[in-house]
């Protein structure tokens, strides 16, 4: 085991990738410089885990800002032997390539009646939190998770960075990965061997019998922390993280809701058809008659992210927002009003 | 241009009787309800499809658009598949699941025919930059009209493949109007002299409608991909005959009929037998190619007609690389 960042696994996954397999390639902007910092091992271009250094400019390209025509060669290449990690920086710039993800990407394995693989991995980081306005701040992941023929991770964890990256590597689906900027320095002990997590697998953060939180991305630590901070006062909280959103671990779900008989769904992206309604909807469906209180979604509103911080804070799911929402589905008195963000 | 054995000239001719016959007869079949949804004829066009597959290699990539019979004819691919596919048989090229607006077929190289203009010329790129990483060899190509020559996604490409000196062709199919609207009314000056903006040379083929004339240019463009020397491109002014779709009724109010009646003149078929009659091919031989290509296109609806429709336990099928992620 060795401490790893968030940022760290996702680059110490990808050069394991690129070490075990020659067709692995890593294009995208500013990946030759390691900007974004997933293509090197430390902090200057001469250091010996640069990518660059290591890999050499056929398997580390730099592209040209031109999004669309980069996820369209990047599924061109991978329907004809290469294994591309395309690395599109912000999550916002996915809709520069909307069309390619949508009619290509995802379509043409079932469209050409099998004939072709899609083994690419798409990584973007979702900059919200960190001020940087309406433009750079989206979480678009329920966007895609409405595109039938995608994969989506969200990893939470360091850990589950470094092992769902390698399992996407080694897909022969399009995977895209949503990142978030917020958990980039989140550090824990991670085992530096390699090491896959499969897709569709969810993890329990916690174990609880009263309330079940099913949270994603960085809602996953505030949930624990909400879940810490209610079991003093004596309930009993479990976090279930989806890590992959499709295929969704509906039975880790389900099972876990069948259990506590309440639900709470916690995650940053926007309310109207988010990944909170779908595991609503699932278990209302599936198991309405176990649920002892109303299912709760704690989300951002619908609305663009504003800029100032006073503001922006008030957006995502936060400890206290969760905390709120456990609250009210084990029918506890609120503690102060319930923020409008819930 | 290039001498040429007798062989390739012959198969030159047949492929672009194959591509006649079969999208003639898919009209037929669109009209009859035999064919559902509607298809895109290449009639008229041949030349500049046959004369662009028939440079490439066997093993050579492609993509293609919405009017896409006749790419993966001209590169080869076996007809009955590929008419199966236009009726929704289980035995089409795409196992039903394309249809004549996404027909392909991975063993020939053909990666795909796509519905949104524009779309697949990165596709195509993308498997230029896969020779390139895997230094295989292999060149491809991507088939686009003058409407799709609009798109921003075709700039993009051809901006990657510069840079990147990919083993990449763009093949223009300029037959003057994307739907309705004539090339002239929507694009600014020469589609082939865009190139010069991404340093790579830019060739416009004024006689579309003769195969040797497309052949040669494409050949030139392969090689030089082949070479290394990064892509080309490749402009070629053709016509089609028929309705933008099949069943289409927009008249010839945007069309004038005489200027179909010049291009009819020049058919690309009719031009390409008096040339093959020049050099010794006799009467009976080019009947006899005629007759083959009816009779490859009569066995390709045969084998459809037998073919059973998907069954809806496969609906699901190839959605992903596994089963189980299909909800
Ligand atoms: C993105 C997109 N816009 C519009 C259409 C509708 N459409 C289908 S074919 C076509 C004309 C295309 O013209 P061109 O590229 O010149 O090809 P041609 O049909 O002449 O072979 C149009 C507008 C479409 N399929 N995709
Ligand atoms: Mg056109």
């Known amino acids: 085991m060795t401490v790893m960042s968030y940022l760290g696994a996702i680059g110490a996954a990808q050069r394991e990738a690129m070490d075990a397999d020659e067709r692995v390639i890593i294009i995208g902007e500013d990946v030759e410089a390691n900007v974004y910092g997933t293509t090197g091992g430390g902090k200057s271009r001469s250091d010996k885990g640069d990518f660059l250094q290591r890999y050499g400019r056929n398997r580390i390209r730099n592209t040209p800002i031109s999004e669309e025509g980069i996820v369209g060669a990047a599924a061109g290449a991978a ?37 072709a693989s899609m083994p690419v991995v798409f990584r973007s980081a979702m900059f919200y939190g960190l001020n940087t306005g ?58 530096e061997n390699e090491f896959w997590i499969p897709l569709g697998v969810a993890r329990t953060a916690r174990v609880g019998t009263d309330v079940t939180v099913v949270a994603i991305s960085s809602s996953v630590p505030e949930a624990v922390a909400a879940a810490e901070e209610l079991a003093k006062e004596g309930v009993s909280v479990e976090v279930i993280d989806p890590r ?12 876990s809701v069948a259990k506590t008989g309440r639900l709470v769904v916690a995650e ?28 709760i979604r704690v989300t951002a509103p619908d609305m663009q992210i504003p800029f100032s911080p006073s503001l922006e804070k008030q957006m995502y799911p936060t400890k206290a927002t969760i905390a709120a929402a456990i609250r009210r589905v084990v029918d506890l008195p609120a503690l102060q009003p319930v923020a409008a963000a819930v | 241009m290039a001498e040429l054995a007798r062989d390739t000239l012959r198969e030159m001719q047949l492929r672009m009787l194959r591509i006649r016959a079969f999208d003639e007869r898919a009209s037929k079949m ?63 090229v795409c196992k039903g699941k394309g249809g004549s607006l996404h027909l392909a077929d991975f063993a020939v190289g053909s990666l795909g025919e796509s519905g949104i203009v524009g779309s697949s010329i990165p596709i195509a790129n993308g498997a230029a930059l896969s020779s390139k990483v895997l230094n295989n060899g292999k060149v491809a190509l991507a088939f686009f009209g003058d409407g799709a020559a609009n798109q921003g996604v075709l700039y993009e490409s051809m901006n990657m493949a510069g840079v990147w000196e990919l083993p990449m062709i763009f093949l223009c199919e300029n037959n003057q109007y994307a739907l309705s609207t004539p090339a002239h009314t929507v694009t600014s000056g020469i589609i082939s002299e865009r190139a010069a903006g991404f340093g790579m040379p830019g060739i416009r083929v004024e006689e579309g409608q003769d195969v040797l004339a497309v052949y040669d240019a494409v050949s030139a463009a392969v090689a030089r991909a082949r070479a290394g020397d990064g892509p080309t491109l490749v402009e070629v ?37 008096h040339y093959l009659a020049s050099q010794g091919f006799s009467d009976d031989e080019l009947d006899g190619l005629q007759a083959t290509a009816l009779a490859e296109v009569d066995a390709a609806v045969a084998f459809s007609d037998a073919s059973p429709y998907p069954d809806l336990s496969v609906a699901f099928d190839d959605l992903y690389s596994d089963k189980e992620s299909a909800a």
């Open chain 1, 79 to 115: 329907m004809t032997g290469l294994r591309p990690i395309v690395d599109l920086s912000y999550s916002s710039f996915l809709y520069m390539a909307m069309d390619q993800f949508v009619n290509q990407v995802a379509k043409n394995r079932y469209m050409f009646g099998g004939q």
């Open chain 1, 134 to 191: 309406a433009h750079h701040s989206d979480r678009p992941y329920p966007m895609f998770m409405n595109v039938p023929g995608l994969k989506i991770i969200a990893p939470a964890t360091p850990a589950d960075a470094k092992g769902l990256l390698r399992s996407a590597v080694d897909s022969d689906d399009p995977i895209l990965s949503f990142e978030a900027c917020l958990l980039w320095s989140t550090k824990e002990d991670v085992d």
């Open chain 1, 244 to 255: 992959t959103l499709v295929p969704l671990d509906r039975g880790a779900i389900l099972r």
């Open chain 1, 268 to 295: 940053p992206a926007h309310r109207t058809c988010g990944a909170a309604a779908e595991i609503s909807a699932l278990v209302a469906e599936e198991i309405f008659d176990s649920l002892k209180a109303p299912i």
């Open chain 2, 30 to 92: 669109v009209k009859r309800g035999h064919i559902p949804g509607t298809v895109h004829t290449s009639i008229g066009q041949e030349a500049q499809v046959v004369g662009a597959t028939m440079a490439l290699g066997s093993g050579d990539y492609m993509s293609g658009n919405h009017r896409s019979h006749g790419h993966p004819i001209g590169k080869g691919s076996p007809l009955g598949p590929l008419m199966a596919e236009l009726v929704g048989k289980a035995t089409g």
């Open chain 2, 237 to 273: 002014m053709t016509y089609r005959y028929n309705e933008h779709s099949e069943g289409l009724r927009l008249g010839t109010d945007y069309r004038n009929a005489d200027e179909r009646e010049a291009w009819l003149k020049k058919d690309p078929i009719m031009l390409f037998r």
